[in-house]
């Protein structure tokens, strides 16, 4: 019990570091690592705010898998919900420039990139704004998607998502390294969702 609040701690705090970091906040690495266990109840998450676009989820055989939340956060755009009928593993999902999802949902486009940079938080010259961590699918096949894009990017605001051709969520085959341009090396397009207003 003690080993795993304190492994919590650590995440949190790192997940605390890296928000920290990404806004040049000096002071967040003076701040005592795991020293503030109340601190999960402050996090800005905690209280989701009102969703303003979501993104139904199909696989290439066109069945509804889940339907994905977006909403805009300061850390980024929060991607939520619950998908089924994946694979299990480790998928790589971003969201791609175009609202189009035909199977197979090379339609979708590149990732979306306003910034111009490469894909991957753990590649230098990264990442594009519609890049996310990977999804964990169960060996049931469903998964609870709980993820923020890379800072810079919102839904209606500065370097909108929802632009004249729409933008899509997309699902792939494999696990995205994080690094190597221009996906991850995430392979096929196995999901996507048409990100729609409201
Ligand atoms: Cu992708």
Not at 38 to 62: E, I, L, Q, V
Not at 103 to 126: K, Y
Not at 158 to 172: E, F, R, T, W
Request: charge should be negative; hydrophobic fraction near 40%; include cysteine.
């Amino acid at each position: 019990m003690r080993k795993s609040l304190a492994v919590l701690a650590s995440v949190l705090a790192l997940q605390a570091c890296s928000k920290e970091a990404a806004q040049s906040d000096s002071t967040a690495a003076t701040t005592p690592a795991a020293a503030t266990p109340a601190a999960p109840a402050a996090r800005a998450d905690s209280t989701p705010p009102a969703a303003t676009a979501t993104a139904p989820m199909k696989n290439a055989a066109g069945r509804d898998i889940g339907t994905l939340t977006l909403t805009d956060t300061p850390q980024g755009i929060m991607v939520m919900g619950n998908l089924t009928g994946l694979t299990a593993g480790e998928h790589g999902i971003h969201i791609h420039m175009v609202g189009q999802c035909q199977p197979p949902f090379t339609s979708a486009g590149v990732h979306w990139n306003p910034t111009n940079r490469q894909h991957g938080s753990l590649n230098p010259q990264g990442p594009h704004l519609g890049d996310m961590p990977n999804i964990t699918v169960a060996a049931d096949g469903s998964a609870t998607v709980h993820l923020t894009t890379a800072s810079g990017g919102t839904l209606h605001g500065a370097n909108l998502v929802m632009d004249v051709d729409g933008a899509s969520v997309v699902v792939h085959a494999m696990a995205d390294d994080l690094r190597t341009d221009p996906s991850g090396n995430s392979g096929d397009r196995v999901a996507c969702g048409v990100v729609t207003a409201g």
